[in-house]
């Protein structure tokens, strides 16, 4: 199940032009389709050997979490230029995901030690507190789907990690999936507004 649920943010460009058409009433342009539609593919290429049918569960969790995700994209990009709703929008989805993943954690533990708290706290500093002020300083001017976009930058470091540090090299299929990734991220970027 957790090889599923990190997929989780993939799906969240679906839900960000599904959200912004249906309840922004925003016309959706033929580059940001091809957009994700071309990151879903290379998505689906990247973890095609983690995909498993029967983990009904995880993929459900996951399309929630996508859900969630995207909604934290469009509504920190509705703040306009107001910086205390961006930052007061997601320090509420974090203390929310605190509020339900604390006590979730701690019924699955059968002990912790203060080596353990301090490796959470440190990756809630870097992993997620300094990277989200700085989505929430750049969503002034980014719109929440090329956010979104450029944030399925990150499972693609995961493989390189691992072979840094582990020695194990990803299949053909990630490698692939990341190639068509970068590309058309980066095509979404150079591009611009143009349709």
């Known amino acids: 199940m957790p ?44 973890f095609f050997d983690q995909l498993a049918p029967g983990n009904v569960l995880g993929n459900v969790l996951a399309i929630l979490a996508g859900i969630f995700l995207a909604f934290m994209f469009v509504f920190v990009g509705q703040a306009g230029g ?10 509420f989805a974090h203390l929310l995901t605190a509020l339900i993943g604390i006590p979730t954690g701690l019924a699955g533990t059968t002990s912790f030690s ?8 440190i990756l809630g500093i870097f992993q997620l507190g300094i990277p989200y002020v700085l989505y929430a300083v750049a969503s002034r001017d980014c719109p929440p789907l090329a ?3 450029i944030g399925m930058i990150e499972p693609l470091l995961n493989p390189v990690w691992v072979f840094i540090f582990a020695g194990e090299l990803p299949g053909i299929f990630a490698l692939v999936g990341a190639i068509i990734i970068i590309a058309v991220v980066t095509w979404w970027c150079v591009t611009g507004d143009q349709e």
């Not at 912004?20 to 016309?27: G, I, Y």
């Not at 203060?114 to 706290?121: A, H, Q, R, T």
């Open 3 to 46: 090889a599923i649920v990190d997929q989780a943010p993939a799906a969240a460009p679906v839900f960000i032009l599904i959200i912004s058409a249906l309840m922004f009433k925003q016309r959706l342009k033929k580059k940001e389709i091809m957009a994700v539609a071309g990151t879903m593919f290379g998505i689906i290429l990247f």
């Open 82 to 91: 107001d910086d205390s709703v961006r930052m007061s929008g997601i320090l």
């Open 114 to 121: 203060g080596m353990e708290i301090f490796y959470i706290v």
């Open 147 to 149: 956010c979104s976009l």
